[in-house]
């Protein structure tokens, strides 16, 4: 069963315009949540993350929503970058008792067009 | 200058053969994992391990095995039961606080 699931599977966005993608999950016991973000050949490297005792979590360009009640949690890229075309996959996992296993969504193909 | 490497970066393997993948981390990490990565399927986990010398299954174990003899090294063997071995490999790494961190990976055809 999927635990996290992902949408959309591909977005376009103009260069300068702000990219979402949407997050949801089952498990309440999940309180680890990150992205990352994956080029073509590349592993995936972590690009931010959020724990649910906070509602927003910002980094430079890159912005992580949460809403724990609705148990979900997006990504938003603001004035996107074509440098910021890659395979986006957000993820959740439980409580850290033992480096708990992540639980990946299916990933978002995000394309910024000039 | 620390991180994980893994390799070969691509490999062939012929039918009824075992390949094995390799991965090593200088992090210092307790936990290591194994993923495989298919078109529009996302992650799925194959194995973990959280402490030397012990290993779990995950998602999609069949056909697959590995060892950790080593804090440093998880290499994974996929095997000739293994029927759809075609897919993007990655190897990935943990210390106490949740964050994975990746290595680049090795294409298997």
């Known amino acids: 069963q999927q635990q996290v699931k992902q949408s959309p599977q591909s977005l376009i966005v103009q260069k300068g315009g702000i990219s979402i993608i949407n997050c949801a999950y089952e498990n309440t016991a999940f309180d680890y949540f990150p992205w990352y973000q994956q080029f073509p050949g590349k592993g995936p490297a972590l690009l931010i993350a959020?724990?649910?005792?906070?509602s927003e979590k910002k980094e430079g360009r890159f912005t992580i929503s949460f809403n724990k009640s609705a148990k979900q949690f997006s990504l938003h890229i603001m004035d996107s970058q074509p440098g910021d075309s890659a395979t986006y996959f957000c993820a959740a996992s439980k409580p850290n008792f033992g480096n708990e296993k992540l639980t990946f969504g299916t990933g978002t193909r995000l394309t910024i067009i000039p | 200058d620390g991180g994980i490497t893994q390799s070969p970066k691509y490999l062939f393997r012929k039918e009824g053969q075992n390949v094995t993948l390799s991965c090593e981390q200088n992090l210092n990490h307790d936990a290591m994992y194994w993923y495989r990565q298919d078109p529009g399927q996302g992650l799925r986990l194959i194995y973990y391990?959280?402490?030397?010398?012990?290993?779990q299954k995950g998602d999609i174990a069949e056909g697959y095995s590995v060892s950790r003899e080593k804090k440093e090294s998880f290499p994974l063997t996929v095997t000739s039961a293994q029927k759809n071995p075609t897919a993007f490999y990655l190897c990935a790494s943990s210390d106490n606080y949740n964050e994975q961190f990746f290595g680049p990976g090795t294409r298997l055809t």
């Open positions: 391990s959280q402490i030397v010398n012990d290993f």
């Open positions: 959020i724990r649910p005792d906070v």
